[in-house]
């Protein structure tokens, strides 16, 4: 199995910034992505970003520039660094990885959620 932990959520005013983290474990042969996705009440969830383990970097358009995602796959973590928060950004932030386990099966994992509020 794997697990996945996310911290650094929290409250914060509009045009400020949180820093999110998550760190995966477990029976991991292989990180292929991490990434970020979020939720906000009413709403489908929503890609923020993703990075691959060759690098590759993605993200949403209303995050571009806002948002910077990078990854540590040697300790299988990934951040988000959040600048210029807006109260639209309000939501529950899940961290996802796409990871090869000890079989060699491709595993989907969630995290748990960590709770973004802007406050305007």
């Known amino acids: 199995q794997v697990q996945l932990v996310e911290s650094g959520g929290g409250l914060v005013q509009a045009g400020g910034s949180l820093r999110l983290s998550c760190a995966a474990s477990g029976r991991i042969s292989r990180i292929n992505a991490m990434g970020w996705y979020r939720q906000a009440p009413g709403k489908q969830r929503e890609l923020v970003a993703r990075?691959?383990?060759?690098?590759?970097?993605n993200y949403a358009d209303s995050m571009k520039g806002r948002f910077t995602i990078s990854g540590d796959f040697a300790k299988n973590t990934v951040f988000l660094q959040m600048n210029s928060l807006k109260p639209e950004d309000t939501a529950v932030y899940y961290c996802n990885a796409d990871v090869k386990d000890y079989g060699f099966n491709t595993v989907d994992a969630w995290g748990q959620g960590t709770q973004v509020t802007v406050s305007s």
């Open positions: 990075i691959t383990g060759i690098g590759s970097i």
